[in-house]
C-alpha cells in the first residue's frame, strides 16, 4: 500500500529496531522494550503481535508496530517509527497499510 509492505517482526529486525532507541525523541516517548517484552511479542500463543513496515522497493524497516489483542476485540496499537523517516509522511503510510491488513483478517 502506497509503497509500504507489512511482514511480521522477525529476531533479525531486533539490531535495527534496538539502534532506534539511541534517538532521544523515541525514548522520551516510549520505554524501551526489555527481554521479557521482546520475548512476549515473539511467542505465538501471545495476545501480542509486532509487524514491520518496509518499503516495498527494498524491505528496509521504517517502522514497528506492535499491537496486543483485546478481550473486547479491539487492540492496543504501538508503532516505532524509524527516526531517520520523520516528516516523510511514512507513519500514516504504514498506519494505513496496517488498517487494510487488519481488515482483510
Known sequence: MDGISLRPFRR???LAYAA????????????VPNADRVAHVM???????????TSATN???LAVLQY???PD????????????????????RA?????ALLGSR
Not at 43 to 53: C, F, I, K, N, Q
Open 20 to 31: 532506534w532507541f539511541d534517538d532521544t525523541e523515541v525514548v522520551r516517548r516510549i520505554d
Open 68 to 70: 496486543d489483542d483485546e
Open 95 to 99: 498506519l494505513a497499510a496496517f488498517v
Open 73 to 92: 476485540g479491539g487492540i492496543s496499537l504501538l508503532i516505532v517509527l524509524d527516526p531517520a523517516q520523520r516528516g516523510r509522511g511514512v507513519g500514516k
Open 43 to 53: 511467542d505465538p500463543a501471545s495476545p501480542a503481535h509486532a509487524v514491520v513496515a
Open 59 to 61: 524491505d528496509a524497516m
Open 12 to 14: 533479525e529486525d531486533l
